[in-house]
T-cell receptor, first 110, second 115 residues
Framework: KQEVTQIPAALSVPEGENLVLNCSFT??????LQWFRQDPGKGLTSLLL?????REQTSGRLNASLDKSSGRSTLYIAASQPGDSATYLC?????????FGSGTKLNVKP | DTEVTQTPKHLVMGMTNKKSLKCEQH?????MYWYKQKAKKPPELMFV???????INESVPSRFSPECPNSSLLNLHLHALQPEDSALYLC??????????????FGPGTRLTVT
């Protein structure tokens, strides 16, 4: 069974810092990996999707990479802002199911 | 329009009540999902519908009964719930049931409290 781990569980940084969130998974047989953002009590907002044949995807200040051989993905956030404060979840998709990590709670201090 | 809508936003119900959660999307997606999310935990998959047919049931208790009347609508019927069923219930949809370009879109959720 696919297991997805996110480290750290929580992260607090000053505004303007570049930061990296990590996601690791145990089974490299994946269709894709998706990064989500979730604000407290709200639904999930899709940030980036990386297909299994891709190495990275970029959207604005966000860059996500995928290394299937090592079972890792990273989400890079450049020039962080207080509005980036949220919980970030990675999810692996294969065999009709999404496997979610437990998330990293990010706090960007003004 | 990449929106998934859910109603109601909040629901308080007693253990003997019957209520329903509703989810709607107009993106032409043919796969729809129900998730349950407890505080500070990731979403847990409950049900998957593909082409309006139930394809995955993650051993969910029968007090939760899903229904997909058409390709745009997904309901979750609730009956005789327990206080531990209190959670955020999320609906999601995707363009195809499987494939590497598959991307899930989530609704805002229904906050359910069982008293």
């Amino acid at each position: 069974k696919q297991e997805v781990t996110q480290i750290p569980a929580a992260l607090s940084v000053p505004e303007g810092e570049n930061l990296v969130l990590n996601c690791s998974f145990t089974d490299s047989a994946i269709y894709n990996l998706q990064w989500f953002r979730q604000d407290p009590g709200k639904g999930l907002t899709s940030l980036l999707l990386i297909q299994s044949s891709q190495r990275e995807q970029t959207s604005g200040r966000l860059n996500a990479s995928l290394d299937k051989s090592s079972g890792r993905s990273t989400l890079y956030i450049a020039a962080s802002q207080p509005g980036d404060s949220a919980t970030y979840l990675c999810a692996i998709y294969n065999f009709n199911k999404f496997y979610f990590g437990s998330g990293t709670k990010l706090n960007v201090k003004p | 329009d990449t929106e998934v809508t859910q109603t109601p936003k909040h629901l308080v119900m007693g253990m003997t009540n019957k209520k329903s959660l509703k989810c709607e999307q107009h993106m032409g997606h043919r796969a729809m999902y129900w998730y349950k999310q407890k505080a500070k935990k990731p979403p847990e998959l409950m049900f998957v519908y593909s082409y309006e047919k139930l394809s995955i049931n993650e051993s969910v208790p029968s007090r939760f009964s899903p229904e997909c009347p058409n390709s745009s609508l997904l309901n979750l019927h609730l009956h005789a719930l327990q206080p531990e069923d209190s959670a955020l219930y999320l609906c999601a949809s995707s363009q195809v049931p499987q494939g590497p370009s598959y991307e899930q879109y989530f609704g805002p959720g229904t906050r359910l409290t069982v008293t």
